[in-house]
């Protein structure tokens, strides 16, 4: 079966760059959900989209930006990256059906040195 | 404040001696409670969906059973291969954007 795919798996960046994480949901699932995971930590909610608009906001810093497209896949725009910010990024979709559960993809680690 | 909290953080078992995990909640109005495992640098895999008090699921080695205040994931003669993290979630009624509030986890270790 089709599962969420994130690209790339592996990231490196320097201090004060940007960087743009992506994100194919499963077919016909209308509903992104991106998270955050420090190590040893459980998965912080960054933000949320709904048929392409945001529905949701969690603990998301201003320097980030995130958007879905027209094909339902999603990126999440890092700016002015910080070294806090070195975490594993997890993309999950579901589809709009009450109870229906998060599936998430194997994530981006991300390493700002 | 939605709330989710496991316990015990850390759990060692050896290969065979069956154990629960704990998983408590405080949410305004329960939608669904899910549990995920999680291995090392992985995404979490979903595992089970409980909507209501009382109600129970089963996955091999696996059962889930919830309460109004609680759920407890039971692990039956467990293997090696059942390491992994587990992370319960909630899903509350007032959260427009249905966001999903997971709890810290529970690292589990089965030796053989």
Known sequence: ?113 | EDQVTQSPEALRLQEGESSSLNCSYTVSGLRGLFWYRQDPGKGPEFLFTLYSAGEEKEKERLKATLTKKESFLHITAPKPEDSATYLCAVQASKNYGQNFVFGPGTRLSVLP
């Not at chain 1, 992506?22 to 989209?49: A, E, M, N």
């Not at chain 1, 070294?83 to 229906?100: I, Q, V, W």
């Open chain 1, 1 to 113: 079966a089709a599962g969420v795919i994130q690209s790339p798996r592996h990231l490196i960046k320097e201090k004060r760059e940007t960087a743009t994480l992506k994100c194919y949901p499963i077919p016909r699932h209308d509903t992104v959900y991106w998270y955050q995971q420090g190590p040893g930590q459980d998965p912080q909610f960054l933000i949320s989209f709904y048929e392409k608009m945001q529905s949701d906001k969690g603990s998301i810093p201003d320097r980030f930006s995130a958007q879905q497209f027209s094909d339902y896949h999603s990126e999440l725009n890092m700016s002015s990256l910080e070294l806090g910010d070195s975490a594993l990024y997890f993309c999950a979709s579901r589809p709009d059906r009450e109870n229906s559960p998060l599936h998430f993809g194997n994530g981006t680690r991300l390493t700002v040195t």
